[in-house]
C-alpha cells in the first residue's frame, strides 16, 4: 500500500514503450534530455566538484584550529555556521533555477519548494563531502570531524547529520543519479502553501521519470526504495533542525532575526516574521 508521506517517491513504473515526452509537454525532445539538463545544472551548482574533494580528503583540521573552533561561543559558532550553509543554499537555488519547468512555476510556489526543499538537498549534497573512511565533513576548506562543532550545542542534530550522510555514501550514488534525486527531493508537489499544485505535479512527474530511467539504465532499479527511505530520514533531519534553529532564535534572538544571512527570511522565516512588503 502507497505510505502517504512517501509519495515523492511514487514508484512510477518504468515502461519503455510509454512515450515520457507525450506525457510531459517540456520544450525537450526526451527523457535523456531532460536528465542531461538536471545533470549539467547539478554539476555547475554543485559548489564543490568530487574530483576536488577527493583531493583534499585527508586535509584535516590541525589541533589549534579545532581549539579554536570549540573555543567559539554558541552563538559566534552558529552564525559561522550560517553563513556557510547559506553559500550552500544559493548554489541550491540556481541548482532549481535549471531544473526544466520550475522557472514556468509561479514566484510563489518557486519560493515555497525552496524554502521547504532547498535545506533537504543541501544535506543530500553534504553527503558527498563526506570522507566515510575517517568519518569527517568538508567545512571551511578542510574536513572536519563532529568535534569542530561541539560549540553549536546540537550534538544530536550533527550526529544526525553524519549518520545520514554515512547512509547516502552507503548507495554509493553516480553525480547523475545525486543529481536526479536533488531535483526530486526538491519539485514536490506536496509541499504546503503552493498556489497550483496540479502543475508542480507535473514537473515531479517529469523528474520522477527521468530519476527511474537512470536507474533502469544503471540496472540499480533497487535503489529507488532506498532513497525512498533516505527522504524520510531527510524530513525528519530538516525538523531537528528546524526545532534547534527555534531554540537558539529564542536563546539569542539578535544573532537570529538580525544576523542571519537575509536568505534566512527569505527561506525559512515564517510568514508572520516575514517584513511588511516582501510577500512573495
Ligand atoms: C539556509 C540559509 S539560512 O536560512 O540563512 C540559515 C538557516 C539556518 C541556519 C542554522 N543552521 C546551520 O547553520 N547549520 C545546520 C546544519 C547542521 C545540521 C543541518 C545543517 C549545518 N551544516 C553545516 C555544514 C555545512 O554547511 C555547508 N557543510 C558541511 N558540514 C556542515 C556541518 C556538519 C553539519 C553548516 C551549517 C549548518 C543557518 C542559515
Redesign the pocket.
Given at each position: 500500500s502507497r505510505q502517504p508521506t512517501h509519495d515523492l517517491m511514487a514508484i512510477h513504473p518504468y515502461n519503455p514503450l510509454e512515450d515520457p515526452y507525450s506525457l510531459y509537454p517540456h520544450s525537450l525532445r526526451n527523457i535523456d534530455e531532460l536528465c542531461a539538463s538536471i545533470v549539467r545544472s547539478h554539476r555547475e551548482t554543485s559548489q564543490y566538484r568530487v574530483e576536488e574533494l577527493h583531493a583534499l580528503r585527508w586535509k584535516l583540521f590541525n589541533r589549534e584550529e579545532i581549539q579554536a573552533y570549540q573555543s567559539k561561543s554558541v552563538d559566534e559558532m552558529?552564525q559561522h555556521?550560517?553563513i556557510?550553509?547559506?553559500?550552500?543554499?544559493q548554489y541550491v537555488v540556481e541548482f532549481a533555477k535549471h531544473i526544466p519547468g520550475f522557472r514556468m512555476l509561479s514566484q510563489n510556489d518557486q519560493i515555497a519548494l525552496l524554502k521547504t526543499g532547498?535545506?533537504e538537498v543541501?544535506?543530500v549534497r553534504?553527503s558527498r563531502?563526506f570522507n566515510t573512511e575517517n568519518n569527517t565533513?568538508?567545512?571551511d576548506g578542510k574536513f572536519a570531524g563532529t568535534e569542530v562543532?561541539k560549540s553549536l550545542a546540537c550534538g544530536d542534530?550533527?550526529t544526525a547529520?553524519f549518520d545520514f550522510a554515512h547512509g547516502m555514501c552507503a548507495l554509493k550514488l553516480t553525480e547523475q543519479q545525486i543529481a536526479l534525486f536533488s531535483a526530486l527531493v526538491l519539485i514536490n508537489a506536496d509541499r504546503p502553501c503552493l498556489e497550483d499544485k496540479g502543475r508542480v505535479q507535473r514537473v515531479q512527474r517529469s523528474v520522477e521519470f527521468g530519476l527511474t530511467h537512470i536507474l533502469h539504465r544503471d540496472n540499480q532499479e533497487s535503489l529507488m526504495h532506498k532513497l525512498y527511505q533516505r527522504v524520510a530520514v531527510l524530513r525528519s533531519?530538516c525538523s531537528l533542525?528546524m526545532e534547534k534553529?527555534r531554540w537558539f532564535s529564542q536563546r539569542y534572538p539578535l544573532t537570529a532575526h538580525s544576523l542571519?544571512?537575509p536568505?534566512?527570511k527569505e527561506?525559512?522565516a515564517s510568514e508572520a516574521e516575514l517584513l511588511p512588503g516582501t510577500n512573495h
Open positions: 552558529w555556521c550560517a556557510r550553509l547559506t553559500e550552500a543554499v532547498s535545506m543541501v544535506l553534504m563531502l565533513v568538508f567545512f562543532f542534530l550533527i547529520v533531519l533542525h534553529l542571519f544571512p536568505l534566512y527561506l525559512f
